[in-house]
């Protein structure tokens, strides 16, 4: 199966031409039921990215989370972020509601990539702070793109979003990229004494909309 579409780059940027092509999908039972499971590919890269989909989303106002990749809490359990806990509370939330759907980027490390990321980490132990970081290593503080995001959601029929995150900056990028956002769904960021300088520095730096309960910070794990 083949489904290729061509878009434009965000508004305000150059036209670059980028093709996103619906690759292959399947049924995908969980834990939390069953789930459609649809890979896009990037042509050029070859960069495979995933959505998990559950009920009818061609329509409105579809609860969406654009999850970018950490596979260093998803998959080797760090505490150093948020981002595990994220993914579950997303997919937690469609799966309660029946209906949603979570597109994973392979975007590690907002867009540097896995060993930039450790790169970073190692800064981060000698102090600085996860933007500071990226800037020692020659990064803006995030590379991700969301016209990805928005090819594969009206490949989906997603006409619009009620969107899955505390980052304002994702949401703009989508609504850049095209996509009608309809409406925020506030993501918890639960704290532990090891991600608490990580959720404060996301909050005063670039505006993520977090509660932190500064009671967390004592929680460990
Ligand atoms: N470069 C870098 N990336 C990080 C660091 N910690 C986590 N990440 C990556 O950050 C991405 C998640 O982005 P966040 O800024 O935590 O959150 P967000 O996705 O923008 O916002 P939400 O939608 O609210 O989750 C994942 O790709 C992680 O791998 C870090 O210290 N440095
Ligand atoms: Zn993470």
Redesign the pocket.
Known sequence: MSNVVAVTGRKGQPHRKSRIELYGEAPLPTARGLFRTVVFREPESGAEHVAMVMGDVAGDAVPA?????????EVLGSL????RA?LDRALDYIAERGRGVLLYLR??????GLG??IR??AL?AQGHD?YE??RLLG?PD?L?RYDVAADMLRLLGVRSVEL????P??LRGLVDAGVPVKGRIQ?P?PANPFNVE?LRV?RER?G???ELDEDDSALAG
């Not at 975007?107 to 540097?112: A, D, K, L, T, Y």
């Open positions: 989370r654009i999850h970018s990749e950490c596979l260093t809490s150093k972020c948020d981002c994220q975007q590690e490390g907002r867009g540097i930039n990321k970073a980490y981060q996860t970081a990226n990064f995030d991700r899955i995150t505390n980052n900056e994702k993501l960021s990580y996301k670039t993520h909309l977090i």
